[in-house]
C-alpha cells in the first residue's frame, strides 16, 4: 500500500478482478475507470497518465516504481472493499454524492428535463418521476424511484450497518 493521494478528489483505476468494487465506487459517486481487458502494464500508464490510485488484489502491481498511488485490496468480499477504501480515503458515504456517476461508463450525470428522455424510460415512470439525470457518453437515464432505496439498503447490509 501506497501513502493516499493529496487531498483533491480521488480517481480510480480498478484492475480486473475488481469489477464489483468499481461499480459501487461508482454508485458511491467516485470516478473509478474500469476496464477487464486491460493488463498491468496499461494499468500503471493510465494511473500515472491519469493521476489515478490504482485498486488490485495483485500485490505484485503495487510494488511497481511507476505507480504513484495503490491500493492492495485484502478481501474477496465486497463490503469489506468498500469499507477498505473509504478507510483509505477517511471518508464516509456521502449522500449527496450518491448515483451521481453512470455505473456503466463512469461519466458524471446531468440533470434533463422529463421532456427530453420521455420516449427513453417507461410510461409509469415518465408519469410518476419529475428528476431524471442522463449519462452524456452512454446516454442511459437515471431516475430517484425505488431503486435509489434499494441502493441505499443494499449498501447498508454491504457495510454492515
Not at 480498478?14 to 469489477?19: E, N, Q, S, T, Y
Not at 493488463?39 to 511497481?64: K, N
Request: proline share 5%; charged share 30%; net charge positive.
Amino acid at each position: 500500500m501506497t501513502d493516499p493521494p493529496a487531498p483533491t478528489e480521488p480517481r480510480f483505476l480498478a484492475d480486473v478482478m475488481l469489477g464489483s468494487l468499481a461499480k459501487w465506487l461508482r454508485i458511491l459517486g467516485y470516478d473509478t475507470a474500469y476496464d477487464n481487458h486491460i493488463d498491468d502494464d496499461e494499468i500503471v500508464q493510465r494511473c500515472v497518465r491519469e493521476g489515478r490510485i490504482a485498486l488490485t488484489r495483485d500485490a505484485r502491481l503495487t510494488e511497481r516504481r511507476l505507480l504513484r498511488s495503490a491500493l492492495l485490496i485484502e478481501s474477496t468480499e465486497l463490503g469489506a472493499q468498500i469499507r477498505q477504501v473509504l478507510t483509505y480515503l477517511g471518508r464516509e458515504i456521502d449522500p449527496a454524492r450518491l448515483l451521481s456517476r453512470c455505473v456503466e461508463c463512469n461519466d458524471i450525470l446531468k440533470p434533463v428535463a422529463a421532456q427530453s428522455v420521455q420516449t427513453l424510460v417507461p410510461e409509469y415512470v415518465f408519469r410518476t418521476q419529475r428528476d431524471f439525470k442522463q449519462c452524456p457518453s452512454c446516454l442511459r437515464v437515471y431516475w430517484g424511484g425505488t431503486h435509489r432505496a434499494g441502493i441505499q439498503r443494499r449498501l447498508k447490509k454491504l457495510l454492515g450497518g
